[in-house]
């Protein structure tokens, strides 16, 4: 069965970029027409939506991370990324990578999630 | 701020019947499918509803979805003590283009 892993530092510097790969197993992501996308979660609160890449390469951001974001994906290691520019400590927060079956889609499989911390 | 609104909290005794609320807008909720997650202390969130009211398989009948207009909710019967959990909605946005959840409904089984 298809199973997500999130790998990247756990720790980050003020202004530097969080970089987080998603490694997929049990499946290609660039077939089957998934989107996948990268979640977050602050310590203690509910859940956001950093945005999604399409199985075409397509992507999607929230309007109020755009500036920062960007997403890539890497088929030849079956692994699509994060980057986070500009960090601060309000991007302290667990990351979750996750799939859905299609744009607007229920997210089906999550990864275990990694925690990332913004400190000096 | 959450886009959708959930209630903080909700709680009820073994066996009982819980309804957890979510309201939107005609730009998500309103327009698209609605779907629920559970999220145990600790773990990762679990697609528990999908499409409204489709459970993914090896999720018990106990769980249950419904959408009228801008609102959606999800029950839970025969409550269980395994099912102290954090709940959360999710809808796609039109306007914002992307997915907004609610803020999450802690769930205490007492």
């Known amino acids: 069965q298809v199973q997500l892993q999130e790998s990247g530092p756990g720790l980050v510097k003020p202004s530097q970029t969080l970089s987080l790969t998603c490694t997929v197993s049990g499946g290609s992501i660039s077939s089957g027409g998934y989107y996948w996308s990268w979640i977050r979660q602050h310590p203690g609160k509910g859940l956001e939506c950093i945005g999604y890449?399409?199985?075409?390469?397509?992507?999607y951001y929230n309007p109020s991370l755009k500036s920062r974001v960007t997403m890539s994906e890497d088929t030849s290691k079956n692994q699509f990324s994060l980057k986070l520019s500009s960090v601060t400590a309000a991007d302290t927060a667990v990351y979750y990578c996750a799939r859905a079956p299609y744009r607007g889609g229920a997210l089906d499989i999550w990864g275990q999630g990694t925690m990332v911390t913004v400190s000096s | 701020q959450s886009v959708l609104t959930q209630p903080p909290s909700a709680s009820g005794t073994p066996g009982q019947r819980v309804t957890i609320s979510c309201s939107g807008s005609s730009s998500n909720i309103g327009s698209n499918t609605v779907n629920w997650y559970q999220q145990l202390p600790g773990t990762a969130p679990k697609l528990l509803i999908y499409?409204?009211?489709q459970r993914p398989s090896g999720i018990p009948d106990r769980f249950s979805g419904s959408k009228s207009g801008t609102s959606a909710s999800l029950a839970i019967s025969g409550l269980q003590s395994e099912d102290e959990a954090d709940y959360y909605c999710a809808a796609w946005d039109d306007s914002l283009n992307g997915v907004v959840f609610g803020g999450g409904t802690k769930l205490t089984v007492l």
């Open positions: 890449i399409s199985y075409s390469g397509s992507t």
């Open positions: 499409s409204n009211n």
